[in-house]
């Protein structure tokens, strides 16, 4: 899976503004990036999101992540 990368968290938020993420195991819609309220599948867990969600990678912070894939794309 391709890291995508962001200069700031403006950055991330403008591309992707609805806060709403598909979940990698069971395909609902939902609003945590990380974790499934109707599942219970965590994006951060053993096997992660499958290659299914968006990896990602903030330049000013250095954060780095892997979360369900946002509903933009």
Request: glycine share 6%.
């Amino acid at each position: 899976m391709e890291v995508e990368t962001f200069e700031t968290e403006l950055e991330f938020e403008l591309k992707y503004p609805s806060g709403l993420f598909r979940c990698s195991n069971c395909n609902q819609v939902i609003n945590n990036p990380t974790e499934c309220q109707y599942c219970g599948w965590r994006a951060d867990g053993l096997f992660k999101t499958m290659d299914k969600g968006l990896k990602y990678k903030i330049l000013e912070t250095g954060k780095e992540d892997e979360i369900f894939r946002p509903i933009e794309e």
